[in-house]
């Protein structure tokens, strides 16, 4: 196994559709696309299942999956060479620089597809839909900018519906089991190895499509104190 992932680190940094932290990129992914399409992000991309799907469907729009792991991203990278998809790029980085890459309102909308959940009340700030990321992504997603979470994680759904309530976001879709509506949206049924894990053991999917006010609120205190343990 460790050598299978040498191989893929290796061969990744050939791959043309794939930047390792890249320098000075604000601004510059219209050059990358060779068009002025909307960008789209999927973090934590993982084997970029979603980055894939999403631009085999939309091939008007530009898609990058974002993840530190080479060695997953390498997999969704190959296939998306393979398939010839022009519109599909992976960059690899931490998510918490994500905010780095782009100039204000360079992108359009972020999917967060399966992500981690991080179930200890002492991780909720690594959480993506934690208010510490969603500064990060108001630094550039444009202001009717759409965010996307898909997770079979209740306490991640029910932590980023806190969110929203108590820094008064705008929900433009909640979907407590996707797969119970008949007339399910074709991006949503885009599955990825870890949904097919079921490591929740939910057998639920959750959905939740929001975006950011101009001004994200200072509800931190609020926060906390639901969700971090409190000292005796």
């Not at 789209?40 to 898609?63: D, H, M, S």
């Not at 993506?128 to 630094?139: D, E, G, I, S, V």
């Amino acid at each position: 196994m460790a050598q299978k992932k040498l191989i893929r680190f290796k061969e990744i940094k050939s791959f043309p559709n794939v930047l390792e932290y890249p320098e000075n990129m604000p601004g510059k992914w219209k050059d990358i696309f060779k068009n002025n399409n909307p960008i789209i992000l999927e973090l934590a991309c993982g084997r970029g299942e979603y980055t894939v799907g999403l631009g085999q469907l939309y091939p008007g729009k530009n898609f990058i999956g974002v993840d530190i792991k080479g060695n997953r991203m390498w997999i969704g990278a190959k296939a998306a060479l393979t398939q010839k998809l022009s519109n599909v790029a992976f960059l690899r980085t931490q998510i918490d620089k994500i905010n780095q890459y782009f100039n204000k309102d360079e992108v359009d909308e972020i999917w967060i597809t399966f992500p981690d959940p991080h179930l200890r009340k002492s991780k909720t700030r690594k959480r993506l839909t934690h208010p510490k990321f969603l500064r990060l992504y108001k630094q550039f997603l444009n202001t009717n900018g759409l965010i996307h979470l898909k997770t079979d994680s209740p306490d991640l759904y029910h932590f980023t519906k806190t969110v929203i309530e108590l820094y008064e976001l705008k929900i433009i879709a909640d979907i407590n089991d996707i797969y119970k509506n008949e007339n399910i949206a074709a991006e949503l049924k885009i599955k990825t190895h870890y949904e097919g894990l079921d490591i929740a053991k939910s057998n639920t999917v959750f959905y939740l499509c929001f975006n950011l006010p101009e001004k994200i609120n200072d509800n931190d205190e609020k926060l906390n104190a639901i969700f971090l343990p409190q000292r005796t």
